[in-house]
Nanobody
Framework: QVQLVESGGGLVQAGGSLRLSCAVSGRTSSSYAMGWFRQAPGKERELVATTTMSHTTNYADSVKGRFTITLDKVNHTVDLQMDSLKAEDTAVYYC??????????????WGQGTQVTVSE
């Protein structure tokens, strides 16, 4: 069982920065990938950024060059640094822990979500 607790959301002006943090507790392994997803009103939840336990990262095209995901194994956190924020980044952001078996997804754990609002 894995528990995820997000923090760091809020209101920021366009062009500004925010840092989200996800505290991870419970048992993880190399078969896990950690990530951040977001869901805007009326839209489906979408991937923002992921990292494997070996620090291989992946980003949505819409955030490449602006967002950075960081896995800290010592402090058991997964942070998302968001720079040059745009109004279209407004969404509820969710921390995710995904368990794989081979290429198949066995299970997803989710945090409760944190609101990010970017004003024009």
């Amino acid at each position: 069982q894995v528990q995820l607790v997000e923090s760091g959301g809020g209101l920021v002006q366009a062009g500004g920065s925010l840092r989200l943090s996800c505290a991870v507790s419970g048992r993880t392994s190399s078969s896990y990938a950690m990530g951040w997803f977001r869901q805007a009103p009326g839209k489906e939840r979408e991937l923002v950024a992921t990292t494997t336990m070996s620090h291989t990262t992946n980003y949505a095209d819409s955030v490449k060059g602006r967002f950075t995901i960081t896995l800290d194994k010592v402090n058991h956190t997964v942070d998302l640094q968001m720079d040059s924020l745009k109004a279209e980044d407004t969404a509820v952001y969710y921390c995710n822990a995904r368990i794989f078996q081979g290429l198949s997804i066995l299970h997803d754990y989710w945090g409760q979500g944190t609101q990010v609002t970017v004003s024009e």
